[in-house]
C-alpha cells in the first residue's frame, strides 16, 4: 500500500479519563450515580496510565511502527482549582509525552477531551458563559508548560458529540435533556476552540486544529426526494453547520445565524473522527431528528449506542469535503470495537485504503490514528466495548496483542 511517503503521520489514539484512572472529574461523580454507566462499572484504574502504564503503552505503539500518538490533557488534574495549576501533573505529563518523543513518536495532544473540573461542572458545564475564557487561560498555561514536548495541539474533541448526549440528551454529564441547551454548548465550545486556539498561538508555534466527528448520513433510499432530505437534515444538524461555521465563523444553528468571535482562520489542520454510515428513512413522526429514522443493518453497537455501518467509502467522502476547507487534514480517531477481534482487521484496511485513494485524488490528509491503542472506558458503554488493538486485563493491568495490532503493523508497514 504505497502512496504515503515518509512524512505520515501513523498513529493511534487514547483519552486523558479513559485510560488514565484515579479520576476526580464530572464523570467520576456521573460514574457514582446508579444506573448511569450501562454495565456498571466505573472507569477506577482504568489502563493505569497516571501510574506507569502510558511509557510501556507507549513503548508497544512505537514497536507497531507509528510515528505518532494522540492523547489528551486532562483539565482537572492539571488546574484543580480555578486558576490554581498542579505542578506535579504538569510533570506527569512531561514525564508522559518525553517517553513518547524518546520512542519516536510524534505527540498530538487534545486539551480537553470531554471531562470536565468539578468546578467547572458546579459552575453549568459548557452552558457557563465564562467557561471558554477559563478554557483559554488553561490553554495558554499548557502552551508555556508543555509546548516544547508536543507537536501537534487539538483544542477540543467532538464539541457536538458531547453537545447531543450530554445536553440534547441525558447519557452524559450534565445529563440536561433539552435541545436549547445544545445548542449553547456547541456555540460555548466553538468559542472556547476560538479562543484557546489564539491563546496556544500567541505561545507556541505547533500548528492547532479542533477535532470533528462526522458520520456518513445517506438516504436509506437513494432516490426518494424524503429520505434524501432527512438524511440532508440529520447531516447539517450534526456536521454540516459546524463544519461551515469553522470555514467562516458563522454559526447558522439555530437561526439567526451568529458570529463566532475568533472562529474564521482558527484552524491550521482539522481532526475527522469517523466510525461509520447511518442510512436515514423519512419519518413524519420525528421532527426532532430532522424527520429521519435510521434503518441501516450491520452497525456497530450496543443497546445504547450506534457508531453506524462500517464504510469507508463515508470516510473517503468525509475527506473530501473536509479538503474543501484547505487546510492539512488528520484522521484523528477511527476504529471498531470488536470482541472476537475478527472484523477489525479488515476494517483497518479497509479505511487505511480510503486513505490512500483520497491522497491520490490530491486531498491533503497527513495522518491516520487508530482508536484505540489500548482497551479502555468507553464512557456510559463502560468496560463492554473493547477497541484496543491491545486487550486489558483490568486486574492485572496486563496486555494482550490483537491480531488487529499485527494487521495495522503490516499496514504501516506496506505504506512506509
Ligand atoms: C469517540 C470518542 C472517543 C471514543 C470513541 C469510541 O466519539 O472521541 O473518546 O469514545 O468515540
Sequence with gaps: MSGFGDEFLWGTATSSHQVEGAQHNDWTDWEAQPGRIHDGTRSGDAAGWWGGEAEKDLARAAALGT??????????RLEPAPGRFDPRAFER??????AGRAAGLRMLVTLNHFTLPRWAARGGSWLDRELPERFALYARRCAEELGEHVDLWATLNEPAVLAFMGYLGDDWPPGVGDPRAAFRAIAAQLEAHARASAALRAVTVAPVGLVLNLPFFEPARPRHPLDRLAAKGQDWAFSGAKLAAVEDGLLRLPLPPRRVPGLAGSVDWLGLNYYGRYAVRFDPRAPAQAFGRRVQEGSVK?????????CARGMAAQLRRMGRLG??????????????????PGFLRDHVEAVRQVRREGVD???Y???SLVDNFEWAEGWMTPFGLFGLDRETQERTRRASADAYAALIAEGA
Design 369 to 371: 490514528f487508530v482508536w
Design 365 to 367: 490528509v497527513r495522518g
Design 302 to 310: 450496543t443497546e445504547h449506542n450506534d457508531w453506524g455501518e462500517p
Design 327 to 344: 487546510v492539512p487534514l488528520m484522521v484523528t480517531e477511527n476504529g471498531m470495537y470488536d470482541p472476537s477481534d475478527t472484523r477489525r
Design 67 to 76: 510515528n505518532a500518538h494522540r492523547m489528551s490533557l486532562e483539565w482537572s
Design 93 to 98: 505529563y512531561r514525564a508522559i509525552l518525553g
